[in-house]
């Protein structure tokens, strides 16, 4: 248990990490529309969808799972963020076709995201079951 954790912990502070990367990397939009935050939920998706299709498929165990997807991928997305920027956008006059547009696209881009991931991890052939219990 106190394994999980650690890795939950480690996985966490480097998403953290990459999601601060993606933020000063990325520019947001003339028209208010928050790229760097949309650019970061949509790869943390993408990647979520990958490690569950690969945890499904016993090609990685659960450890590395529950760091990849409850701690990197949770590091680097972030609800909070989404929502703020939505509302944020919606405080200014003429953003609100924006701000819906930003809150529709991040669902629907997000739910291909992880259905691409949950695809692109499973392509390949199952492992044998790892020694590891679930």
Known sequence: MLNMIILIFVGGAFGAMCREFVMLSVPR??????????????????????????????????????????????????????????????????????????LVASLVVGFAAVELGLFAGARGTPQPAADTPR
Do not use: C, W
Not at 40 to 67: C, D, E, P, W
């Open 29 to 102: 939009l003339a028209d208010g529309f928050p790229m760097d935050i949309f650019v970061a939920n949509i790869v943390a998706a993408f990647l979520l969808g990958v490690a569950t299709s690969l945890f499904k498929s016993n090609r990685i165990n659960q450890y590395v799972h529950v760091m990849v997807g409850t701690g990197i991928m949770g590091g680097l997305s972030t609800f909070s963020s989404f929502v703020f920027g939505a509302v944020e956008m919606m405080g200014e006059p003429g953003a609100l076709l924006v701000s819906i547009g930003y």
